[in-house]
């Protein structure tokens, strides 16, 4: 008994040493750090490093490496390793000092007991299985089990202790979270309103440049106002001026008044005789300007008094652009149809690529289509005799009419006609043209109406106006309506009226 006692505080006191030093110090087992059954002979290795390939505690691991990055998560990871590693020591502690009482009690105290050795699972209780231990060893047992217990009793505290720590660390950790978001926050509000600073300032700059500026113009509309004060002043006395001159306008007025009303009256007495006037100078005028006329006409109708067609105006011959079908053709030589048409022209006969006439192309025609073709005016004082010569050749030749149109009327008087194929000749034509229609003006229509068939061709050339009756027994005389006599009196009575009138020019000239 004795002996297993002085094992047992031999054992008891290595393990309160054990303990001590668990209270100071980390104690760091590894493979090598594993108690082992026996004396005091223990391996039991006691260090601030990590020679057991533990982690170190986390007041150590800052103060060694100083890291300045050490956050709240960081933090929380170290407690629970340092945490589970002094439960991990503790629990094997335990395991160590209950293995080592379950070997020091007797084989007969630990059959007596509840179940093998092997199935201790529980703490072992020291008073019960030494019930002959004295006081003083059960007071060392039961100061080493409150010792334990208020290990493990502080242990809880500072693992509550911890906890409120970490449930502070959180709420500071929150708390700085949203601090820091109300920092980001204000920043934006900051910033904001330095921009709207900034910008305040520019619209400041610019009020005052344009206050300036609106100053400049207050300042020039003063002058201007200051210089338009001027020049009412100096306008109201020229207005004073004039209306004390205002009265004697009005006298002169009312004098120039009664001026103005005998003048319009002389001007219009003046406007009336200048109406009349005028009216007798355009009549005089209209009547020199036909007498004229009539005179070229008659000049010209002299000069133009034989037509051979060799020139391209055809001696003032125009073509009927409205009323008939095609054209009289200019042409020289033979027309191209046989059978039909002259072999030549009658002033220069069959003399090769010599003399021009007029003839109509019945190739391609249809019957009962015309051509006409109008001569100049020709106007005389007495009679007149219009000669031409007409070709008349083939079995299909229609109808060649010759009319007479006066300068006032629109009416066609037939004057002569032919039909018929009349033989391969040129045949000359006479009419006589009564002294009424000769001093009336007039115009010879020569009018060409085709059959069926393309030999009917028709020649006119060599057309001739003379003075005078014809002498000939051939003559076929050209009769007068009475619309043209009268019309060709009053034009004679005119032309009376403007030779009396050139007469007296001469005399008051010579005069």
Known sequence: MYSWLTEFYAKMGFLTCVIFVLILSPVILGSQCVLSDGKC???????????????LQKGAAIQNEQRDDYTAADIQRDFNVVKTDHEDRIRELEASVQKMLRSSIPTNQMSASSGPRDGLLGPVNVESLFPGVNATERGLLSSLHNHFTKLRNDIQAQTRKLLDMQVRLNDTTNALSQAHDELFKNSEKVIAAEHKVTSMVQERYILKNQIKFKSEQLHQALEKVNFTDA???????????????????????????????????????????????????????AELDRANIDLMECITAKTQSFCGFENDDMCGFTQEEVTDDFDWTRIKGETPSTGTGPIGDHTCGTVEGAGHFLFIEASGKNSNQKAVIYSPFYQSLGHLCVGFYYHMFGRQTGTLNVYTKTRTGDVLTTAWRAYGNQGNVWIQALLDIPKNLARAGFQLVFEAILTSGYLGDISIDDISVDDGRCNSRTVTPVSVTSNVTQARTSQIRRLQKFRKFRKMLRRRRNL
């Open 41 to 55: 002979a223990y391996n039991v290795y006691l260090s601030n490093g990590n020679d057991c390939g533990r982690p």
């Open 231 to 285: 020049k009412l002043l100096q306008v109201e006395k020229q207005l004073y001026v004039l209306v004390r001159s205002e009265s004697n306008l009005k006298e002169e007025l009312g004098l120039y008044q009664w001026k103005f009303n005998n003048s319009l009256k002389a001007i219009k007495s003046l406007k009336n005789n200048h109406t009349r006037l005028e009216r007798k100078l355009n009549k005089t005028q």
